[in-house]
C-alpha cells in the first residue's frame, strides 16, 4: 500500500504560479495529477511514468504546467503557470505500480487532493 500526501494548494490570481507536491511512502512506476471541478468528472492533468520521466499533458494544460519527479522518484510535483480561472478544482494526486494511463481508474493510489483556487 502506498500512501500518498498533497501539498501547494491555495488562492491565486489569473495569471498566477502555484506548484503542488505529492509525496509517495513507496516508489511507484507512475504518478499523476488529476482534477475534479464541482459538478464535473474527474479528469486527467498530467503524468509522469519510469525511470525515463516520459510525461503526457491535457491538451488544456499543455504549454503551462509541468510535471516532475525528484530523483529518488518518491516526491511528485505539479508546477502550474499561467492559472486561469478555470483550473480551479481540487487537484488529486495518483500512483500506479504500472504504465497507467490518462484513465484515473487505472490508478491505484490516491491523495485526498488539494484545493487550487483561481480568481479572475
Known amino acids: 500500500q502506498v500512501q500518498l500526501l498533497e501539498s501547494g494548494g491555495g488562492l491565486v490570481q489569473a495569471g498566477g504560479s502555484l506548484r503542488l507536491s505529492c509525496a509517495a511512502s513507496?516508489?511507484?512506476?507512475?504518478m499523476g495529477w488529476f482534477r475534479q471541478a464541482p459538478g464535473k468528472e474527474r479528469e486527467f492533468v498530467a503524468a509522469?511514468?519510469?525511470?525515463?520521466?516520459?510525461?503526457d499533458y491535457a491538451d488544456s494544460v499543455k504549454g503551462r504546467f509541468t510535471i516532475s519527479t525528484d530523483n529518488a522518484r518518491l516526491t511528485v510535483y505539479l508546477q502550474m503557470n499561467s492559472l486561469k480561472p478555470e483550473d480551479t478544482a481540487v487537484y488529486y494526486c495518483?500512483?500506479?505500480?504500472?504504465?497507467?494511463?490518462?484513465?484515473?481508474?487505472?490508478?491505484?493510489?490516491w491523495g485526498q487532493g488539494t484545493q487550487v483556487t483561481v480568481s479572475s
Open positions: 495518483a500512483a500506479d505500480r504500472g504504465a497507467a494511463s490518462r484513465l484515473a481508474r487505472m490508478y491505484d493510489y
Open positions: 513507496g516508489r511507484t512506476f507512475t
Open positions: 509522469i511514468r519510469g525511470s525515463g520521466g516520459s510525461t
